[in-house]
């Protein structure tokens, strides 16, 4: 088996997010498609560590992690404080940007 | 002996500030203070002069370095004052017979409650004037310019209650305007073609420049000259700013002022003479306007316009002399000075008379008052002699100089100039007799004289504490009003011999203006034969019309060109057909430009905008999915795009 | 772990272990998207990181497999689960569409966006994998402790200064500050009455014997549900049971039973036996 069946693997659970994230309206799963996606990325860059024989995708794998912890932290605190004013995690209902 | 220079024009400034910071409680003095500053002022000009006597004719030319103005590189500009015999001929004139208006402004203007005021505007334009007169280069002289002009918008209005009065300001400050934006634009051309507006270097490479820039310089100095000096085409002025005070009209607008023109282009000498066409032009703005404010004189009933108009003409002698050139430019200033002392002489009297006479000014409503008022009799009676120029008299050698140098113009020009100037001679002759035998002689039209309509001549609004419906009692004027007029009369009778005897000012003026003797056809004794005739034919008809026959109180139809000499032959109303309809029509149109065109183009752009915005704004539905899309398919694009690359 | 792990032609277990994990991988990423409840989707999620975790491992990242599954399964998703408890566990979402257009929109993107990516990866030249047994040779850890001190260390710093920042952020958008003196239970009273609504208290939840009844409102005299005798967050979070339809269908038994004994009217058949029943 080529490895390279990885990242279509890695390219499919990204498309997958993606879509997630435009059809649901639940901030939260959202957020977990969000995840799903980064995840896709994570797996990427560990397989192209492995092609080129250095552990430099690893690392950057390894920093996807830290920056997605403190992009989780940070987005279910709004979750929670948007939900305490509106009482609802739907995204279509902060829908103030419009005129 | 420098630094007195600048005391000229400080003692003046000083009055003013004084007089127009001090506020109420200066009232009292205020008259003296002014009129004492105005002295000072003198004093200092006559130790000047004699210091200049004093020296060769070559070094006449005291210069006094102020300080620095502008100090730009290539663009300076000091405050640097210049006497020389020019200037000190005005300095002398401007001080000497303004101290003798402040004097007789004293009595003139003893029942105004803003006589503090009046002085104060009177020393701040005696102030300007002398800046005008003193200053080294063109942009001083221009600040002198602008000074004189705002000095002469406040006195016009200063009876700023009568609505005539107000607009006669207006209209005085307006039509200056036109003549000062072309001496704006000439300092301009001075900049960009000598580099600097520095008398000295201006008049002594004048002739390095192009003669066609000096035709251009030369014609924006004359209409800044036409202005100030009410030539035709901007005179309409002049005849409005009568409405004034009659000291104001005695020193502004018949002494000093209005000779200021006159001024501007004898000192830019230079220029003139090496641009002939302007020259030329010159010389029949000063024929024409000769005549035609000859003509507006003699149709004149009020005594202040005829005198108006008699100063509008004699300003036109000044002006073609000016335009002939070497051969005139000191017969101009000649005139000037003579011109000061008789037409301030005539002005004072003038007041003198309206003064005794309830501030009435319609000529139809004097007569025989020589008995009443004999000194005023006396010295308008010099001032008539010296203006129409009987022989002995101030303005026989002054205006009889003009001719003569009209003609040695030579060629047609010559012929033609020389008869405009005796033809004005005759006319002069003619208006000032019928105003002296109006005022002075006949019977007293005084007398019984109906209940005055409201549509009559306007009276000067004092009028109203006297009682305007009683009969006058014609007496005279105060000593502080009569010694004025005595020492104006002196001057009428003896400056013109004074100068000429000797040809004592043609060589104290001929090291700054030059002067050379034309060719004329005629000689001297020829031209004075004629103006002889001249005068005597002029004042017959006039002795004809006026003193055989009695002076109906109502002024007679007329034939047309009487209906238009009352009328300024028609000046305001060819003004307002040709610039204020003109203007009207212009100013519509560029509106119209305006809302269709430019409203339009912008209008439309704002609109289109509006509705493409109203397009996409309802892409901004506030979905942040719906933006998500957007960034989505943006994300596609740019892979799709970057594969296509790799592919190509 | 062996040499032919990393290695460019890998085995067939690996093989093995990829088409049956991947699998799974692509299904709990589909329900993570497609399930109603985000307590299922949370789960789902779990599993296809997990999975992701054991890929990994195979691909020779052991560190990273090993940190995927303590603190993405573990600490992560835990905190999502925490926040899906606090918003509603059994909160179902309607998997609807409101905006017009929208899913078509986001599947045409989708779609689009993956066939150029299967694309773009097709056409790449990777034939030649190096393996990362060279670079793992003193050791996974020992290799990436070495990396991320050198040449990454700033970027380590900034990511430490990233979670600091973001755990501030955190308390500071989920704190709320109090900044007036609470009330007390008589200003509560005091105002109650100068409102002039509820001067006694909120009335008690409707009973029902098969559950907890919190989430059951009690009903009217006349049958119908009163919204304010439950909690306000489970209104908002939709998780009443509405069973006045049942109270009022019992109401009308027990009114058609009790005229059944005054022989007023006859009883169909059907009711009649229902309300024996009832009775028993």
Same mark, same amino acid.
């Given at each position: 088996?080529?490895?390279?069946?990885?990242?279509?693997?890695?390219?499919?659970?990204?498309?997958?997010?993606?879509?997630?994230?435009?059809?649901?309206?639940?901030?939260? %799963?959202?957020?977990? @498609?969000?995840?799903?996606?980064?995840?896709?990325?994570?797996?990427?860059?560990?397989?192209?560590?492995?092609?080129?024989?250095?552990?430099?995708?690893?690392?950057?794998?390894?920093?996807?992690?830290?920056?997605?912890?403190?992009?989780?932290?940070?987005?279910?605190?709004?979750?929670?404080?948007?939900?305490?004013?509106?009482?609802?995690?739907?995204?279509?209902?902060?829908?103030?940007?419009?005129? | 002996?420098?630094?007195?220079?600048?005391?000229?024009?400080?003692?003046?400034?000083?009055?003013?500030?004084?007089?127009?910071?001090?506020?109420?409680?200066? #009232?009292?003095?205020?008259?003296?203070?002014?009129?004492?500053?105005?002295?000072?002022?003198? &004093?200092?000009?006559?130790?000047?002069?004699?210091?200049?006597?004093?020296?060769?004719?070559?070094?006449?030319?005291?210069?006094?370095?102020?300080?620095?103005?502008?100090? %730009?590189?290539?663009?300076?500009?000091?405050?640097?004052?210049?006497?020389?015999?020019?200037?000190?001929?005005?300095?002398?004139?401007?001080?000497?017979?303004?101290?003798?208006?402040?004097?007789?402004?004293?009595?003139?203007?003893?029942?105004?409650?803003?006589?503090?005021?009046?002085?104060?505007?009177?020393?701040?334009?005696?102030?300007?004037?002398?800046?005008?007169?003193?200053?080294?280069?063109?942009?001083?002289?221009?600040?002198?310019?602008?000074?004189?002009?705002?000095?002469?918008?406040?006195?016009? !209005?200063?009876?700023?209650?009568?609505?005539?009065?107000?607009?006669?300001?207006?209209?005085?400050?307006?039509?200056?305007?036109?003549?000062?934006?072309?001496?704006?634009?000439?300092?301009?051309?001075?900049?960009?073609?000598?580099?600097?507006?520095?008398?000295?270097?201006?008049?002594?490479?004048?002739?390095?420049?192009?003669?066609?820039?000096?035709?251009?310089?030369?014609?924006?100095?004359?209409?800044?000259? @036409? !202005?100030?000096?009410?030539?035709?085409?901007?005179?309409?002025?002049?005849?409005?700013?009568?409405?004034?005070?009659?000291?104001?009209?005695?020193?502004?607008?018949?002494?000093?002022?209005?000779?200021?023109?006159?001024?501007?282009?004898?000192?830019?000498?230079?220029?003139?003479?090496?641009?002939?066409?302007?020259?030329?032009?010159?010389?029949?703005?000063?024929?024409?306007?000769?005549?035609?404010?000859?003509?507006?004189? @003699?149709?004149?009933?009020?005594?202040?316009?005829?005198?108006?108009?008699?100063?509008?003409?004699?300003?036109?002698?000044?002006?073609?002399?000016?335009?002939?050139?070497?051969?005139?430019?000191?017969?101009?200033?000649?005139?000037?000075?003579?011109?000061?002392?008789?037409?301030?002489?005539?002005?004072?009297?003038?007041?003198?008379?309206?003064?005794?006479? *309830?501030?009435?000014?319609?000529?139809?409503?004097?007569?025989?008052?020589?008995?009443?008022?004999?000194?005023?009799?006396?010295?308008?009676?010099?001032?008539?002699?010296?203006?129409?120029?009987?022989?002995?008299?101030?303005?026989?050698?002054?205006? #009889?100089?003009?001719? $003569?140098?009209?003609?040695?113009?030579?060629?047609?020009?010559?012929?033609?100039?020389?008869? @405009?100037?005796?033809?004005?001679?005759?006319?002069?002759?003619?208006?000032?007799?019928?105003?002296?035998?109006?005022?002075?002689?006949?019977?007293?039209?005084?007398?019984?004289?109906?209940?005055?309509?409201?549509?009559?001549?306007?009276?000067?609004?004092?009028?109203?504490?006297?009682?305007?419906?009683? $009969?006058?009692?014609?007496?005279?004027?105060?000593?502080?009003?009569?010694?004025?007029?005595?020492?104006?009369?002196?001057?009428?009778?003896?400056?013109?011999?004074?100068?000429?005897?000797?040809?004592?000012?043609?060589?104290?003026?001929?090291?700054?203006?030059?002067?050379?003797?034309?060719?004329?056809?005629?000689?001297?004794?020829?031209?004075?034969?004629?103006?002889?005739?001249?005068?005597?034919?002029?004042?017959?008809?006039?002795?004809?019309?006026?003193?055989?026959?009695?002076?109906?109180?109502?002024?007679?139809?007329?034939?047309?060109?009487?209906?238009?000499?009352?009328?300024?032959?028609?000046?305001?109303?060819?003004?307002?057909?040709?610039?204020?309809?003109?203007?009207?029509?212009?100013?519509?149109?560029?509106?119209?430009?305006?809302?269709?065109?430019?409203?339009?183009?912008? *209008?439309?752009?704002?609109?289109?905008?509006?509705?493409?915005?109203?397009?996409?704004?309802?892409?901004? *539905?506030?979905?942040?999915?719906?933006?998500?899309?957007?960034?989505?398919?943006?994300?596609?694009?740019?892979?799709?795009?970057?594969?296509?690359?790799?592919?190509? | 772990?062996?040499?032919?792990?990393?290695?460019?032609?890998?085995?067939?277990?690996?093989?093995?272990?990829?088409?049956?994990?991947?699998?799974?991988?692509?299904?709990?990423?589909?329900?993570?998207?497609?399930?109603?409840?985000?307590?299922?989707?949370?789960?789902?999620?779990?599993?296809?990181?997990?999975?992701?975790?054991?890929?990994?491992?195979?691909?020779?990242?052991?560190?990273?497999?090993?940190?995927?599954?303590?603190?993405?399964?573990?600490?992560?998703?835990?905190?999502?689960?925490? &926040?899906?408890?606090?918003? !509603?566990?059994?909160?179902?979402?309607?998997?609807?569409?409101?905006?017009?257009?929208?899913?078509?929109?986001?599947?045409?993107?989708?779609?689009?966006?993956?066939?150029?990516?299967?694309?773009?990866?097709?056409?790449?030249?990777?034939?030649?994998? #190096?393996?990362?047994?060279?670079?793992?040779?003193?050791?996974?850890?020992?290799?990436?402790?070495?990396?991320?001190?050198?040449?990454?260390?700033?970027?380590?710093?900034?990511?430490?200064?990233?979670?600091?920042?973001?755990?501030?952020?955190?308390?500071?958008?989920?704190?709320?500050?109090?900044?007036?003196?609470?009330?007390?239970?008589?200003?509560?009273?005091?105002?109650?009455?100068? $409102?002039?609504?509820?001067?006694?208290?909120?009335?008690?939840?409707?009973?029902?014997?098969?559950? *907890?009844?919190?989430?059951?409102?009690?009903?009217?005299?006349?049958?119908?549900?009163?919204?304010?005798?439950?909690?306000?967050?489970?209104?908002?979070?939709?998780?009443?049971? #509405?069973?006045?339809?049942?109270?009022?269908?019992?109401?009308?038994?027990?009114?058609?039973?009790?005229?059944?004994?005054?022989?007023?009217?006859?009883?169909?058949?059907?009711?009649?036996?229902?309300?024996?029943?009832?009775?028993?």
């Amino acid at each position: 088996m080529n490895p390279v069946y990885y990242l279509y693997l890695a390219a499919l659970l990204f498309t997958i997010g993606a879509t997630g994230v435009l059809i649901r309206r639940n901030a939260i %799963v959202v957020f977990m @498609c969000i995840e799903l996606m980064l995840n896709a990325c994570n797996l990427a860059f560990v397989v192209f560590s492995r092609m080129h024989g250095n552990l430099d995708g690893q690392i950057i794998a390894f920093f996807t992690m830290v920056v997605a912890a403190a992009e989780v932290v940070v987005g279910l605190a709004i979750i929670v404080s948007l939900f305490r004013t509106r009482h609802s995690a739907s995204v279509d209902d902060a829908s103030l940007m419009k005129l | 002996m420098e630094n007195l220079i600048a005391l000229l024009i400080a003692a003046p400034l000083l009055g003013a500030a004084v007089l127009l910071v001090g506020g109420r409680r200066l #009232d009292a003095v205020g008259h003296w203070i002014g009129t004492l500053l105005s002295t000072t002022s003198f &004093v200092f000009g006559v130790i000047l002069f004699a210091d200049l006597l004093g020296r060769n004719a070559d070094d006449r030319t005291l210069m006094q370095h102020l300080f620095t103005w502008v100090p %730009v590189a290539g663009f300076q500009a000091d405050v640097t004052f210049r006497l020389d015999q020019l200037s000190m001929t005005f300095v002398l004139l401007i001080t000497g017979v303004g101290s003798l208006i402040h004097l007789y402004s004293v009595g003139y203007m003893e029942h105004d409650e803003r006589r503090r005021r009046f002085f104060g505007y009177l020393n701040l334009f005696l102030a300007a004037m002398l800046l005008l007169v003193l200053a080294d280069n063109y942009l001083l002289l221009y600040v002198g310019w602008e000074g004189v002009g705002l000095a002469s918008y406040l006195l016009i !209005g200063f009876w700023q209650h009568k609505p005539s009065a107000a607009t006669a300001a207006k209209k005085a400050f307006i039509v200056n305007r036109v003549g000062d934006m072309g001496l704006s634009i000439a300092i301009m051309l001075m900049f960009t073609t000598f580099g600097t507006f520095a008398f000295g270097p201006v008049l002594s490479h004048a002739t390095d420049a192009s003669e066609g820039r000096l035709t251009a310089i030369g014609l924006m100095l004359l209409l800044a000259a @036409c !202005g100030k000096s009410a030539q035709v085409p901007l005179q309409s002025w002049l005849g409005d700013a009568m409405e004034g005070p009659t000291p104001v009209s005695a020193l502004i607008h018949a002494a000093t002022m209005v000779t200021a023109g006159v001024y501007l282009i004898v000192r830019s000498g230079a220029v003139f003479n090496a641009a002939p066409d302007a020259q030329l032009v010159v010389t029949v703005v000063g024929a024409v306007t000769l005549l035609f404010g000859a003509i507006v004189g @003699c149709a004149k009933d009020d005594i202040k316009k005829a005198l108006a108009g008699s100063t509008m003409s004699q300003i036109g002698y000044m002006v073609l002399a000016a335009g002939l050139g070497p051969i005139g430019y000191v017969f101009a200033i000649m005139h000037l000075v003579t011109h000061g002392f008789f037409k301030a002489g005539l002005f004072l009297g003038a007041g003198s008379v309206m003064h005794g006479m *309830n501030d009435e000014v319609d000529m139809r409503r004097y007569g025989g008052l020589r008995k009443y008022m004999p000194v005023t009799f006396v010295t308008f009676g010099l001032g008539y002699l010296a203006i129409i120029g009987f022989p002995g008299l101030s303005g026989f050698f002054s205006k #009889d100089k003009i001719i $003569e140098a009209a003609f040695a113009k030579g060629g047609t020009e010559g012929w033609i100039l020389g008869t @405009c100037a005796l033809l004005g001679a005759a006319i002069t002759a003619f208006y000032m007799t019928r105003v002296m035998l109006m005022t002075f002689f006949g019977e007293e039209r005084w007398r019984n004289q109906p209940t005055r309509s409201p549509e009559a001549p306007s009276a000067e609004p004092a009028a109203e504490h006297r009682g305007e419906h009683a $009969e006058p009692h014609p007496h005279e004027s105060p000593k502080v009003m009569t010694i004025p007029m005595i020492a104006l009369a002196i001057g009428s009778v003896f400056a013109g011999g004074f100068f000429s005897i000797g040809d004592r000012f043609l060589h104290w003026l001929e090291p700054i203006t030059g002067h050379s003797e034309g060719d004329s056809p005629l000689s001297a004794g020829a031209v004075t034969g004629a103006t002889m005739v001249c005068l005597v034919i002029g004042v017959g008809i006039a002795y004809l019309q006026y003193g055989r026959r009695p002076v109906p109180a109502v002024a007679p139809r007329g034939s047309l060109l009487t209906r238009a000499a009352r009328r300024d032959l028609l000046q305001d109303d060819f003004n307002h057909v040709v610039l204020v309809r003109g203007g009207e029509h212009l100013t519509r149109s560029l509106v119209y430009v305006d809302h269709t065109l430019v409203d339009g183009v912008v *209008n439309g752009t704002a609109a289109g905008f509006g509705g493409l915005s109203g397009r996409l704004r309802r892409l901004q *539905n506030g979905y942040a999915r719906s933006y998500a899309v957007s960034m989505f398919g943006g994300a596609a694009l740019l892979v799709a795009a970057t594969l296509l690359m790799r592919a190509v | 772990m062996s040499q032919q792990f990393a290695a460019y032609a890998t085995s067939t277990g690996e093989a093995f272990q990829f088409w049956v994990l991947g699998t799974v991988a692509v299904i709990g990423a589909l329900s993570t998207v497609f399930m109603k409840r985000a307590v299922h989707s949370a789960l789902s999620l779990a599993g296809t990181m997990i999975v992701l975790a054991v890929f990994y491992l195979a691909n020779g990242a052991y560190f990273l497999g090993i940190v995927q599954i303590v603190v993405y399964t573990g600490a992560i998703m835990m905190l999502f689960l925490f &926040v899906v408890m606090l918003v !509603g566990v059994t909160a179902a979402d309607s998997l609807k569409e409101t905006i017009k257009g929208q899913r078509w929109l986001a599947l045409l993107c989708g779609v689009g966006f993956g066939v150029l990516l299967f694309a773009g990866i097709a056409n790449a030249s990777l034939k030649n994998f #190096d393996g990362t047994g060279q670079a793992n040779a003193n050791g996974n850890v020992q290799g990436l402790a070495a990396l991320i001190f050198t040449k990454y260390v700033f970027a380590f710093e900034i990511t430490g200064a990233l979670l600091i920042t973001a755990a501030v952020g955190a308390m500071v958008l989920t704190h709320r500050e109090r900044t007036e003196r609470p009330k007390t239970q008589r200003e509560q009273s005091e105002q109650r009455v100068r $409102e002039g609504k509820h001067l006694p208290p909120l009335p008690a939840p409707g009973v029902y014997a098969r559950h *907890n009844a919190v989430d059951i409102a009690g009903l009217l005299p006349d049958g119908t549900p009163s919204e304010l005798t439950v909690s306000k967050t489970l209104r908002d979070r939709g998780q009443l049971r #509405d069973v006045s339809a049942q109270a009022l269908g019992d109401l009308r038994a027990l009114e058609q039973r009790s005229e059944e004994r005054l022989e007023r009217t006859p009883v169909e058949p059907a009711n009649l036996k229902r309300g024996e029943e009832a009775s028993k």
